[in-house]
């Protein structure tokens, strides 16, 4: 895997900050994010992400330090120049009470065919024309990106600012970053979700990745950055990407260098679409490994750090849990943050997406042993590898120390892997502290120790 690094600039007055490819804290350790998108809920009205905050006690109890929480812009601006302060307070009480649990917050600004009126997601009806046929396009819903003209016309209206569609999007922005501007824990702003446009020429031809895209975003982020300069940025590729095409996104253009955008975050998606359309993950995972070389490579040409933004698999999807195994396991080797979709509890599935990784009722699905596994969430240093054996549950991980940097270095160890207990190895100068209730291990290493490595090895019930 491509782990290059690389200098960034600071956000000046920023509790998080950039090294090259490391999201570093205040205490200026390296974080490794996992959490999940909250939720499919907050598509449909009443665009609750979940009941009550009871359950972001039990994603901290996971060892989850993110969520993605999932705006539409139909409910934030039902009619145009109105916003629904009620929404947003609701939103921000929510982003308030995962940092009371620990839990970072990526405010994203989510679509799906651009609006539900067209079987989707997104847009209130007055930011697109007038639609007469009702769409409900079912489990293959994405397939309408390409077969509905209507979906592709409201997207060619939003880019083109017809009707001032797009400034109205960018001032909707900026309401929420005002609103999110003084809440601790948000992390950063995700744009645009799945940016799309007509399929020919726009994207084929790269136009829409060199161009429209560039110009767009930095829009945004100049309208966040008014009113909260601190935030991260954080940008999404076309579909381009999911035909293994290199996204174009980045690519310098002699009047918009995405590259000026300070804070940046490249936040791409990965789906096996293979499997999706067979029905089944037959165990190949060069697909996936292609995939993640390639946004890893991207996220190098922007100089930006990388969260994985969305990824998941259909609970339908025979050998769903095996594709979980090999997913994670990439994200594993190449230490990349990830934001699994997703947590939903009640309602319907939407367009019979059946993904979540909790029954309607709550329970745990079978995927969630091999979600919840351990990870450095901060290091005092530089990681430098990592790998979790599933079926052992042994844990290893090494990294490069920071002589300057007394703080701890924390590792999730979770219960469900360790029932009987764990024996720990170190290396030479580090020493060790196990909180059994939060279900962390703190690690600390003496000033003259330039690389520690820690060892997890779990107990037998007749050890």
């Known amino acids: 895997m491509l782990l290059t690094d690389w200098i960034t600039d600071d956000l000046p007055g920023s509790t998080l900050r950039l090294d090259g490819r490391w999201i570093r804290d205040a205490q200026g350790r390296a974080l490794l994010l996992r959490g999940f998108n909250l939720s499919a809920d907050s598509k449909t009205p009443p665009y609750l992400p979940i009941p009550n905050e009871q359950h972001l006690d039990r994603l901290a109890s996971w060892g989850m330090n993110c969520i ?60 697109h024309p007038p639609v007469h046929r009702p769409r409900r396009p079912g489990r293959f819903w994405f397939s309408n990106y390409l077969i509905d003209n209507d979906v592709g016309y409201a997207f060619k209206r939003f880019w083109n600012n017809a009707d001032f569609i797009r400034d109205s999007f960018v001032c909707a922005w900026q309401q929420v970053a005002r609103c999110f501007a003084g809440v601790e ?78 804070g940046l975050v490249y936040a791409p998606h990965i789906y ?9 993950f037959y165990g190949v995972s060069a697909r996936l490994r292609g995939m993640l070389q390639l946004h890893l490579k991207i996220a190098a040409r922007l100089r930006a750090a990388c969260i994985i933004g969305e990824f998941g698999v259909l609970n339908y999807l025979r050998g769903a849990d095996k594709l979980y195994a090999v997913t994670l396991d990439l994200f594993d080797r190449a230490m990349v943050n990830w934001v699994a979709w997703n947590y939903m509890v009640g309602g319907e599935h939407w367009n019979e997406e059946d993904i979540s990784v909790v029954y309607p009722d709550g329970r745990e699905r079978v995927h969630v042993d091999t979600l919840v596994r351990p990870y450095p969430r901060a290091t005092a240093g530089t990681p430098l590898g990592m790998s979790f054996d599933i079926d052992t549950h042994t844990f290893v991980f ?33 020493t060790a502290e196990y909180n059994a209730e939060r279900q962390l291990l703190y690690v600390q290493h003496a000033p003259d120790v330039k690389r520690g490595a820690v060892g997890v090895y779990a107990r037998r019930d007749d050890a």
């Open 398 to 430: 090494s990294y490069a120390t920071d002589p300057k940097n007394s703080a701890p270095t924390e590792i999730y160890l979770p219960r469900r892997h360790y029932p009987h207990g764990f024996d720990l190895r170190l290396s030479r100068g580090l």
């Open 185 to 262: 824990g948000v992390l950063g702003y995700d744009l645009f979700n799945e940016p799309s446009t007509r399929f020919f020429p726009e994207l084929i031809s790269g136009h829409f990745d060199r161009v429209t895209l560039p110009e767009f975003y930095r829009q945004v982020a100049g309208a966040i950055r008014a009113v909260d300069p601190y935030r991260l940025i954080l940008v999404e590729p076309s579909p381009r990407v999911l035909m293994l095409l290199p996204s174009l996104i980045g690519v310098k253009e002699e009047q918009l260098p995405l590259h000026q955008v300070k």
């Open 272 to 280: 096996d679409g293979v499997s999706v359309f067979l029905g089944r």
């Open 68 to 127: 993605r929480l999932v705006l539409v812009w139909e409910a934030l601006e039902p009619r145009r120049g109105e916003y629904n302060q009620a929404y947003l307070d609701n939103m921000v009480t929510l982003a308030h009470a995962a940092w009371q649990r620990g839990i970072y917050t990526i405010v994203d600004m989510h679509q799906d065919l651009f609006s539900r009126e067209l079987g989707g997601s997104g847009a209130p009806p007055w930011a």
